[in-house]
């Protein structure tokens, strides 16, 4: 009997975990082969221990913060992109540059995903790639969450300049860290390369903890051009806050 009650576990677990969705009771149990009474105690005792939350909708269900935990870090980041790329893919639609999904490594930003606008321009796929902090608006993310120590630590080695806009100077990324502390945004004017603005907000877990970083990097000449800074950054955070709410990292 107790093997019985693993096996219809992980046949929740493996139901939950296939899908970018909530997934209803209802759906659930057709997926799962299992009676909704048998199903609905599965699903009270995963969501006490936080490995099942409810969703958004009623009776609805999704995979919890502690699925993460057990999956180990590996496949936190596949979580992780499952979780981030349908809004990624929204904000292409809405603003027609290119989205990168950046996790903390070290004093360096890694990409682990890429969604591509359909007007790229001198702009490569950064998929795997590791930046220094300083050169990229998702960088200044992961700075500004660094304590003073930390920071100083950082300024104490040489600045490389990648681009014209790059803040190799200790005051002006002093100055620019501030701003993102201020603002919760970052934004970079070619930093990372000649000709090449970006921009980027955290994906904060629920205690508050920097998880990943989303940037918006789009051409000089167009970008952010003449749209509101304030209202693309307020779109920026809207969406980091869905990614957390979808995957409750």
Known sequence: MGIQVVERTFAVLDALSGTDDEIRLGELAVRTTLPKSTLSRILATLTDLDVVARGAADGSYRLGPRARLLA?????????????????????????????????????????????????????????????????????????????????AYLSHPLDAYGPGTPIDPQA????????????????FEAWADGINGAAVGI???????????????????????????????RLAAAADEITHRQTI
């Open 72 to 152: 180990g870090p590996g496949s936190f980041e596949e979580v992780l992109v499952r979780a981030a790329r349908p809004e990624l893919r929204r904000l292409v639609a809405d603003l027609d540059e290119d989205l990168g999904l950046g996790v903390p490594d070290g004093h360096h930003v890694r990409y682990v995903d890429q969604v591509r606008s359909h007007r790229p321009v001198r702009i490569r796929d950064y998929v795997g790639e590791r930046m220094p902090a300083h050169s990229t608006a998702a960088g200044l993310i992961l700075l500004a969450d660094l304590d003073e120590e930390e920071f100083a």
């Open 204 to 234: 904060r877990s629920a205690t508050g903890q920097l998880l990943a970083v989303i940037n918006v990097f789009g051409p000089s000449y167009r970008f952010p051009g003449d749209r509101d800074r304030g209202q693309l950054g307020a």
């Open 173 to 188: 990324l002093g100055a620019a860290v501030d701003e993102v502390r201020n603002t919760g945004r970052a934004w970079t």
